[in-house]
């Protein structure tokens, strides 16, 4: 499914190039969904929460640049075996489903000018496995803190402007990792498409 976020622009700046992210809408074997914060340290976005995911590298296509980013971001090495079916290991080998939900387009403008152009793919992909049971390894220079979230929670989060209080787990830079509680809206953290690719999760999972 194509969505296009915005097209309302009379100049572009062609010296800016199309670039190309992914985007992991990550759940376990319950309809728990994984939410990371960005690091506050990171130049753009800084202290968001988001879906875990990122650029497309110049070798990569899209599924393999999802892998690679929630490898980097929490840890979980996703790998595709012979029979083109999906896996990691913990103590045993846990299946997991890996499908594309969507690709959309994401604009930013200045001064009338389209600035940028990114197509962001989002993948569904479903761990058989508790969420409790999956071990995260959080990259702390660009992920300080995660959260589980059962679907019904989630929706209401996004679909809320007002400020509620969450116990998150955040990393420290030692790899230790604590529970705290702290106010956030989700709906100004979430990104549009993100958004839509969990909204489209739900539908696939349901049926």
Not at 107 to 113: G, M, N, S
Request: aromatic content about 12%; glycine content about 4%; overall charge negative.
């Amino acid at each position: 499914m194509f969505h296009k976020c915005n097209n309302n622009f009379s100049k572009f700046d062609q010296n800016k190039k199309i670039s190309f992210a992914s985007i992991g809408v990550i759940s376990d074997i319950d309809g728990n969904y994984l939410i990371t914060r960005r690091s506050k340290c990171l130049s753009t976005f800084p202290g968001l929460w988001v879906f875990p995911g990122g650029r497309v590298d110049n070798h990569e296509n899209f599924e393999e640049a999802v892998l690679r980013e929630i490898h980097e971001e929490v840890g979980l090495n996703v790998q595709k075996d012979q029979n083109l079916n999906y896996y990691f290991y913990t103590d045993n080998k846990i299946k997991v489903i890996v499908n594309n939900l969507m690709i959309y387009e994401s604009t930013y403008e200045k001064d009338d000018f389209l600035k940028s152009r990114t197509f962001i793919a989002v993948y569904d992909i479903k761990i058989n496995s508790k969420h409790r049971d999956i071990p995260l390894k959080l990259q702390y220079e660009e992920v300080e803190a995660y959260k589980w979230f059962d679907s019904k929670n989630l929706l209401d989060l996004l679909n809320t402007n007002s400020t509620q209080e969450i116990k998150l787990f955040v990393l420290n830079e030692k790899q230790e990792v604590s529970e705290v509680n702290e106010n956030m809206i989700f709906s100004k953290c979430i990104a549009y498409g993100s958004k839509l690719g969990f909204l489209q999760s739900l539908s696939l999972n349901s049926s």
